[in-house]
């Protein structure tokens, strides 16, 4: 059974950053993608940002230029580095990884709030 867990999340003044975690169980390497999603209250959950096993990356419109995600392959953790944070980021976060034949993982989410 695959573990995602995050971590990282909390309270940030508008402008700052916060970075968030997601520790996998197994071999990350066996996912053909890692990447993570946000709800927020009232709207549906959206894309944030993916890596792939390869290391391509791909960007919500939203977060491009903001937000950076990387992988310590390692650590079997994948990372979202959130800069330059604004009111709208605020969400519970969530970490998805896809296998090679498209299962897929969540973890339980992680709040971030971002708050003056």
């Known amino acids: 059974q695959v573990q995602l867990v995050e971590s990282g999340g909390g309270l940030v003044q508008p402008g700052g950053s916060l970075r968030l975690s997601c520790a996998a169980s197994?071999?990350?390497?066996?996912?053909?993608?890692m990447g993570w999603y946000r709800h927020s209250p009232g709207k549906q959950r959206e894309f944030v940002s993916a890596?792939?096993?390869?290391?391509?990356?791909d960007y919500a419109g939203s977060v491009k230029g903001r937000f950076i995600i990387s992988r310590d392959n390692a650590k079997n953790t994948v990372y979202l580095q959130m800069n330059s944070l604004k009111f709208e980021d605020t969400a519970v976060y969530y970490c998805?990884?896809?296998?090679?034949?498209?299962?897929?993982?969540w973890g339980q989410g992680t709040q971030v709030t971002v708050s003056s």
């Open positions: 197994g071999n990350i390497f066996s996912f053909y993608a």
């Open positions: 890596i792939t096993s390869r290391g391509n990356t």
């Open positions: 998805n990884a896809v296998g090679a034949a498209g299962q897929e993982h």
